[in-house]
């Protein structure tokens, strides 16, 4: 079986680019969410997708996107990076079994660590 | 809206000694509870969990934790501290809606273990 994988591991942007992170699902998963995790503080939710569709998100605006694949694997864009940004970015990835929904546990990845100087 | 407090950015036992962290949450539906360890530079791993089952609930590396409703707490414990438990412990309430289920994580506890 395997787990969630992410990639890179370590990227270093300027400020006002625009960054694409890129996570792959844990074997037999359908659903990913991506969380950051700023320095000293724990993860918070950005959002989930599941079918290709947004169907959960925090409170992030909307520069922050994202992305499906049929295959479950997942990419997180942010556009008009700010300083504020530099985080370790957290995808997690769960089942959501329609036969029985409830809270689906979430399986980490690694973790991106985006610098924005 | 759910929320996690964990009591104590900071906290140092001895090796061999105790391990107390706490954590209470806010919930307006039965809770999902989670604790989650992170050690330096790496991504979360999951220590136990309480899904309305048991409520002391046992988990990896000798760790539990005990969910008491009646004081909204899920405070993790361990005998004896390791070196290797050196850390940062997040605990965590799941919820979900429709299709989407989330974590909501509190600020973490460094777990900091001397000789």
């Known amino acids: 079986e395997t787990g969630v994988t992410q990639s890179p591991t370590h990227l270093i942007k300027t400020r006002g680019q625009q960054v694409t992170l890129r996570c792959s699902s844990q074997s037999g998963h359908n659903t990913v969410s991506w969380y950051q995790q700023a320095l000293g503080q724990g993860p918070q939710f950005i959002f989930q997708?599941?079918?290709?569709?947004?169907?959960g998100r925090g409170n992030f605006p909307p520069r922050f996107s994202g992305l499906q694949f049929p295959n479950y694997s997942s990419e997180l864009n942010v556009n008009a990076l700010e300083l504020d940004d530099s985080a370790l970015y957290l995808c997690a990835s769960s089942l959501y079994a329609l036969a029985a929904p409830s809270y689906n546990e979430q399986f980490f990845g690694p973790g991106t660590r985006l610098t924005v100087l | 809206a759910q929320s996690v407090t964990q009591l104590g950015s900071h906290v140092s036992v001895s090796e061999g000694a105790l391990v107390l962290l706490r954590c209470n949450y806010s919930?307006?539906?039965?809770?999902?509870l989670f604790w989650y360890v992170q050690y330096p530079n790496q991504g979360l791993q999951l220590l136990l969990k309480y899904t309305s089952a048991a409520t002391l609930v046992k988990g990896i590396n000798g760790f539990e934790a005990e969910f008491k409703k009646s004081e909204t707490s899920f405070h993790l414990t361990k005998p004896s501290a390791h070196m290797s438990d050196a850390a940062e412990y997040f605990c965590?309430?799941?919820?979900?809606?429709?299709?989407?289920?989330?974590?909501?994580f509190g600020t973490g506890t460094r777990l900091q273990v001397t000789l």
């Open positions: 965590a309430v799941g919820t979900h809606t429709g299709t989407a289920s989330k974590l909501t």
């Open positions: 997708y599941y079918r290709e569709e947004e169907n």
């Open positions: 919930s307006s539906v039965p809770p999902y």
